[in-house]
C-alpha cells in the first residue's frame, strides 16, 4: 500500500517535468497539445486514484470505530444486567441458606413461593448474549422454578430431597466479569 502511494506521488510530481521538456524539447504546437492531452489525463487519474484510496481509508477506519463503540455498549449493558442479576441471585441464595431442617410447613412454603424472584431474569433473558453465564442462568432459574412450583417438594416429608434441591441451586457459580465475551 505504502509503495503504491509513493509511486502515484512520484506520478503526480512528473507532471510538471513533462511540460517543462514539452516545452524545451518539441515545439510543435501539435505535440505539445498531445503531451497536454495525455499529461492532463494521467493528472485526473491519479487525483481520482488518491482520492478514492483516501475515502476508502476513512470508510474503513469509521466502520472500525463504530464497530467499536457497538462493542463497549454491548459489554457495558451486559454488564449492567449481570450486576442486577447478581443481585437477585445473591439474595435468593440467602433465602435459600434460610431453610432448614426443622423448618416448618407453612414457613417453608411462603419462603419458597413468595420470597424467590426471578423477575429480572425473566424481564432480560432474551437481551443476553449466549455465554458460559447463559447456561449456568438457564440452569439456575430452571431449578428454581422447579423448587418454587414442585408441590410434592414442598411438602414436610420431602424436605432432604428440597435441601438438596437448594444445596444444588447455591453452588452454582457464576463469572460476571464485563472484560469476558
Known amino acids: 500500500m505504502v509503495k503504491s502511494i509513493f ?3 512520484l506520478a503526480i510530481l512528473f507532471q510538471p517535468l513533462l511540460k517543462v521538456l514539452n516545452s524545451l524539447i518539441w515545439d510543435s504546437t501539435l505535440t505539445a497539445g498531445i503531451i497536454s492531452s495525455i499529461s492532463t489525463i494521467f493528472g485526473n487519474v491519479v487525483g481520482g486514484i488518491i482520492g478514492a484510496i483516501v475515502a476508502f481509508s476513512v470508510a474503513r477506519y469509521q466502520i472500525k470505530q463504530d464497530n467499536n463503540n457497538e462493542n463497549t455498549k454491548k459489554l457495558e449493558e451486559n454488564h449492567q444486567i449481570y450486576q442486577t442479576i447478581a443481585k437477585e441471585i445473591e439474595l435468593n441464595n440467602k433465602v435459600l441458606q434460610l431453610i432448614k431442617l426443622d423448618t416448618s410447613a407453612e414457613d417453608l412454603e411462603s419462603m419458597i ?3 424467590l424472584s426471578d423477575r429480572v431474569f425473566s424481564s432480560v433473558k432474551a437481551n443476553l448474549s449466549i455465554d458460559a453465564n447463559f447456561s449456568k442462568l ?9 423448587v418454587q412450583n414442585d408441590p410434592i417438594l414442598l411438602k414436610s416429608d420431602n424436605i432432604i430431597i428440597l435441601l438438596d434441591e437448594i444445596e444444588e441451586i447455591v453452588s452454582i457459580e457464576f463469572n460476571f466479569d464485563p472484560t469476558t465475551k
Do not use: V
Not at 438457564?138 to 422447579?146: I, V
Open 7 to 9: 509511486i502515484l506521488i
Open 113 to 115: 413461593k413468595y420470597s
Open 138 to 146: 438457564h440452569r439456575y432459574y430452571r431449578l428454581l422454578y422447579r
